[in-house]
């Protein structure tokens, strides 16, 4: 069975702090992607990043940047200089080839001026 | 690209009628399309998943009599709650899976409140 755990139920910042974002998984699957989505209070959710099992190397994308170790079945978020605008529910998702994806239980990321 | 538009976003109906909900990919065809359900603070939970021309799998605990999903073309899925309750007020959220593509994009939302 898979699992994703975000043992972050709610993470408060002040603008401008840099903060991340927890996420760990349990898979018996040797191909599988994850995934980082975004919550804002709007509803939708919006796709920020996909990562295979193959590919370990960190990817930044202007104030985001994803930290995937195998070794620990983690694969972290990172909000550089966060904005009051960052402020959303954060949900990490794991599937293994094309399956249903299994989200973790969110963190919600709040950033106060 | 990769926009799912979700109608509608709001939706207040009195208890025992139905309530139909419409997903569409805008500018990409899915052949798989997904239904969940969203209790506030709460994780999604995966209701149904479904594909183009074929009838939807249903996750356990699901009623398929109750939730019913249609997804007649590659660019369009509908779940209409029939006989809706109170308690079936809730959060429903849409996703689009690209052909060949392992990304699910989701609609907005909708949510129902059930008088």
């Known amino acids: 069975a898979q699992k994703v755990t975000q043992a972050q139920t709610e993470i408060s910042v002040v603008e401008k702090e840099d903060v991340t974002l927890d996420c760990v998984y349990e898979?018996?699957?040797?191909?599988?992607?994850l995934f980082w989505y975004k919550q804002p209070p709007s509803g939708e959710l919006v796709f920020l990043i996909r990562?295979?099992?193959?590919?370990?190397q960190n990817e930044i994308s202007g104030r985001y940047s994803w930290n995937f170790q195998k070794s620990t079945s983690s694969f972290n978020f990172t909000i550089t200089a966060s904005q009051v605008v960052d402020s959303a529910v954060y949900f990490c998702?794991?599937?293994?080839?094309?399956?249903?994806?299994?989200f973790g239980k969110g963190t919600m990321l709040l950033v106060s001026p | 690209g990769a926009v799912v538009s979700q109608h509608p976003s709001w939706v207040i109906c009195k208890s025992g009628t139905s309530v139909k909900i419409e997903c569409r990919s805008l500018?990409?065809?899915?052949?798989?399309m997904f239904w969940y359900r969203q209790f506030p603070k709460q994780s999604l939970m995966l209701m149904a998943t479904?594909?183009?021309?074929?009838?939807?799998?249903?996750e356990q605990g699901v009623e398929k009599d109750k939730f019913l999903i249609n997804h007649a073309s590659l660019t369009l899925s509908t779940l209409t709650v029939t006989s809706a309750h109170p308690e079936d007020s809730s959060f429903y959220i849409c996703?689009?899976?690209?052909?060949?593509?392992?990304?699910?994009?989701f609609g907005a939302g909708t949510r129902l409140s059930v008088l």
């Open positions: 990562r295979n099992s193959f590919d370990e």
């Open positions: 898979t018996r699957d040797t191909t599988y992607y």
């Open positions: 500018d990409f065809q899915a052949t798989t």
């Open positions: 998702a794991l599937s293994s080839g094309y399956s249903t994806l299994t």
């Open positions: 479904s594909n183009e021309g074929s009838k939807a799998t249903y």
């Open positions: 996703s689009a899976r690209p052909g060949g593509k392992n990304i699910q994009y």
